[in-house]
């Protein structure tokens, strides 16, 4: 009987690679694990608050440029309706005329959302916007039940 013995030479070297490359493709599995699955179970927890409003037409007032200005908004039960300037002067619209884009934009974000929470409005029109949201708000603090 002949045996023939094999002997396997193994660099250190070859091991530590091995071994460091097998760790970093399991902590590299486990973050892609973590985060395809972490989005999917997230759930909002917050809860769903539903403003009730006296249905009708509800105005707030500005002042720009000595000229009174109003703004209109529309509600019912739950939700608002519209917003709109109620007869500016040609002289506000001359001297300021971004507030009709403005609230343009504004409200139709105020509509979707039905809030003034978290509106966006161009950087070029923000305290012209910024005033529009306060008198908003106003008016929607009048409505509310």
């Known amino acids: 009987?002949?045996?023939k013995t094999k002997?396997?030479?193994v660099k250190l070297k070859e091991i530590i690679y091995?071994?460091?490359?097998?760790?970093l493709g399991i902590i590299l599995i486990v973050l892609l694990f973590i985060l395809i699955t972490g989005k999917s179970h997230k759930k909002d927890t917050s809860p769903v608050s539903v403003t009730t409003y006296s249905?009708?037409?509800?105005?707030?007032?500005?002042?720009?440029?000595?000229?009174?200005?109003?703004?209109e908004v529309v509600?019912?039960?739950?939700?608002?309706?519209?917003i709109n300037l109620v007869n500016p002067s040609e002289s506000v619209e001359?001297?300021?005329p971004l507030i009709s884009s403005s609230l343009s934009d504004i409200a139709s974000q105020v509509i979707k959302n039905n809030s003034?929470?978290?509106?966006?409005?161009?950087?070029?029109?923000?305290?012209?916007?910024?005033?529009?949201?306060?008198?908003?708000?106003?008016?929607?603090?009048?409505a509310k039940r």
Request: hydrophobic letters at 45%; proline letters at 3%.
């Open 7 to 9: 002997i396997l030479v």
């Open 116 to 142: 003034t929470e978290n509106i966006t409005y161009s950087q070029d029109a923000r305290y012209t916007s910024i005033v529009l949201i306060g008198a908003i708000n106003d008016a929607l603090e009048k």
């Open 75 to 82: 509600v019912d039960d739950t939700q608002i309706k519209s």
């Open 18 to 23: 091995t071994v460091l490359f097998v760790v």
């Open 55 to 71: 249905p009708g037409v509800y105005t707030s007032s500005i002042v720009l440029a000595s000229n009174p200005v109003d703004i």
């Open 1 to 3: 009987m002949s045996s």
């Open 94 to 96: 001359t001297m300021y």
